[in-house]
């Protein structure tokens, strides 16, 4: 990526990778401008200003400040003055493990808690004439799931990146570890 003071040149690999996170991005939750803009703030070596974001994907200024708010507010940006320049320069966490715990902690947070706060609410009050009901029954069974999940998620949330990325390169052999770990149990 060729970068000049108020725009940057962007190859077909970089330009395709772009215009992917903005069609990805409402399936995402986020609009196509802003999947574009951090596409472009990822794969870019230097931090961006607004007007080079703005120059580079051929947006206006105010739009670029919309999307540099819902950025902010999703957590995913970094912010960075450089000495004697006045403008502020953005950019993205370097490793992309720390991207994705952002992102998921995220989620949970608009997504995950309000439905198991519902969820803890209507297990309380157990409303209705029959509380062992078969849609009270389901609900339990949801809560636990969603709990289950959330604690997981916890407990990945605190692992280094280079943990991580060795427990998801197990992926089916975990499964054998389970499998021997039962049969070693049944012997008993």
């Known amino acids: 990526m060729n970068e000049n003071q108020s ?14 996170f903005g069609e990805m991005g409402s399936r995402w939750g986020i609009n196509r401008t802003v999947g574009q803009m951090y596409a472009l703030m990822v794969i870019s070596e230097e931090p961006l200003s607004p007007d080079q974001v703005a120059a580079t994907l051929g947006l206006s200024r105010s739009n670029v400040s919309m999307g540099i708010k819902e950025l902010n ?35 949970r947070k608009r997504e995950i808690d309000p439905t198991l706060s519902m969820l803890r609410n209507a297990l309380m009050h157990e409303a209705g004439p029959d509380p062992s009901s078969y849609a009270l029954q389901r609900m339990r069974e949801m809560h636990d799931l969603i709990e289950l999940l959330v604690d997981w998620s916890q407990e990945m949330q605190t692992l280094k990146s280079s943990r991580l990325k060795k427990l998801f390169r197990l992926g089916s052999r975990v499964n054998k570890v389970l499998e021997i770990t039962d049969r070693v149990k049944r012997k008993k």
């Open 7 to 20: 725009d940057i040149e962007l190859d077909s690999l970089e330009h395709s990778f772009i215009q992917h």
């Open 73 to 107: 507010a999703w957590n995913l940006l970094r912010t960075i003055s450089k000495p004697g320049d006045r403008k502020t320069y953005y950019t993205t966490p370097e490793d992309v493990w720390e991207i994705a715990r952002t992102l998921i902690a995220e989620k």
